[in-house]
């Protein structure tokens, strides 16, 4: 468009310029006309002073004229036509860039409605774009918070059993018996002797000494023929049962993890602990725990 436009601009100055010099050559002539007219009119008027010219002269003068002025009309015809011819190319020229400026108008307003368009259907997919991700992340959400809300039921359900498990394995009221003595904690040679098969031996099956129950303690050992109770008051011989429930009760507010860890330190490392380490053989002592002589 621009170069359209720069051609244009040349070839009207270049009209222009053509226009002046035919313009000037045009009064160049008209100039010698009249200077001939001139010259005509004073050879006149000396031929009238001196002497008169002969009629043939006079005619050739006049035929002469009628040329010169036959001549300058065409001469102007000419250059009015092509002074004609120029400015309808001129015309021509202001039509066809008025033309060009008009489209290229429009080409830029059309140019700057796309690009507004384009920005806002960058806008809506953008906005659309975000809409989807919220609604994908509340789905997440709430299927985490349903997962948590299982899992939390689950972490309920299993403490509740691991209260009722404690609650199972917790050892039996204490029966008034004997004292016995407190034996010390067994050292790691006394842990690997020959005694410890013994808790694996058929014998210690009989008597329900097995590896996966609960280790025998020194506080409470078990009476297999325990007759302690005879001669003792029916009321003192045992604990009730709602006191033993109430401190069932208080115990299953700790939590299920420490309980159950504590379940199972104790079945693997029975050994380390000098309360629940195995009794050695007394000679001094009966099946009943009772002294003998």
Same mark, same amino acid.
């Given at each position: 468009?621009?170069?359209?436009?720069?051609?244009?601009?040349?070839?009207?100055?270049?009209?222009?310029?053509?226009?002046?010099?035919?313009?000037?050559?045009?009064?160049?002539?008209?100039?010698?006309?009249?200077?001939?007219?001139t010259k005509?009119?004073?050879? +006149?008027?000396?031929?009238?002073? =001196?002497? /008169? /010219?002969?009629?043939?002269?006079?005619?050739?003068?006049?035929?002469?004229?009628? =040329?010169? +002025?036959?001549? %300058? &009309?065409?001469?102007?015809?000419?250059?009015?036509?092509?002074?004609? #011819?120029? =400015?309808?190319?001129?015309?021509?020229?202001?039509?066809?860039?008025?033309?060009?400026?008009?489209?290229?108008?429009?080409?830029?307003?059309?140019?700057?409605?796309?690009?507004?368009?384009?920005?806002?259907?960058?806008?809506?997919?953008?906005?659309?774009?975000?809409?989807?991700?919220?609604?994908?992340?509340?789905?997440?959400?709430?299927h985490f918070?349903?997962?948590?809300?299982? #899992? #939390?039921?689950?972490?309920?359900?299993?403490?509740?059993?691991?209260?009722?498990?404690?609650?199972?394995?917790?050892?039996?009221?204490?029966? !008034? %018996?004997?004292?016995?003595?407190? #034996?010390?904690?067994?050292?790691?040679?006394?842990?690997? @002797?020959?005694?410890?098969?013994?808790?694996?031996?058929?014998?210690? =099956?009989?008597?329900?000494?097995?590896?996966?129950?609960?280790?025998?303690?020194?506080?409470? /050992?078990?009476?297999?023929?325990?007759?302690?109770?005879?001669?003792?008051? /029916?009321?003192?011989? %045992?604990?009730?049962? +709602?006191?033993?429930?109430?401190?069932?009760? @208080?115990?299953?507010?700790? @939590?299920?993890?420490t309980a &159950?860890?504590?379940?199972?330190?104790?079945?693997?490392?029975?050994? %380390?602990?000098?309360? @629940?380490? !195995?009794?050695?053989?007394?000679?001094?002592?009966?099946?009943?725990?009772?002294?003998?002589?």
């Amino acid at each position: 468009m621009e170069e359209l436009k720069v051609q244009a601009d040349e070839s009207s100055q270049k009209h222009l310029e053509k226009l002046e010099e035919l313009s000037s050559n045009l009064k160049e002539k008209e100039v010698l006309i009249q200077n001939l007219q001139t010259k005509l009119k004073e050879s +006149e008027a000396l031929a009238k002073m =001196k002497m /008169p /010219p002969t009629a043939a002269e006079m005619e050739g003068m006049k035929d002469k004229l009628v =040329k010169m +002025e036959l001549d %300058h &009309v065409a001469v102007t015809t000419g250059h009015e036509k092509e002074i004609t #011819q120029l =400015k309808s190319m001129l015309e021509h020229r202001e039509e066809v860039i008025r033309k060009l400026k008009e489209t290229l108008r429009k080409t830029q307003q059309e140019e700057e409605y796309s690009f507004m368009e384009s920005d806002g259907s960058q806008t809506k997919a953008l906005a659309c774009l975000k809409e989807k991700t919220i609604e994908e992340l509340h789905k997440k959400n709430a299927h985490f918070e349903s997962l948590l809300t299982k #899992q #939390q039921e689950e972490i309920t359900k299993w403490k509740n059993r691991a209260y009722k498990l404690r609650g199972s394995r917790k050892d039996p009221p204490q029966t !008034p %018996h004997t004292p016995t003595k407190r #034996q010390p904690p067994l050292v790691e040679s006394e842990v690997n @002797s020959p005694k410890k098969a013994f808790l694996d031996s058929p014998k210690s =099956k009989f008597f329900d000494i097995r590896a996966g129950d609960e280790p025998m303690s020194l506080k409470c /050992p078990k009476q297999f023929f325990d007759n302690s109770n005879l001669g003792t008051m /029916p009321d003192v011989s %045992h604990i009730p049962a +709602e006191l033993a429930m109430d401190s069932s009760e @208080s115990d299953e507010d700790a @939590s299920t993890s420490t309980a &159950v860890g504590s379940n199972e330190a104790n079945q693997d490392n029975w050994w %380390h602990i000098p309360n @629940s380490s !195995p009794r050695k053989a007394n000679t001094n002592m009966d099946a009943n725990g009772c002294p003998t002589q």
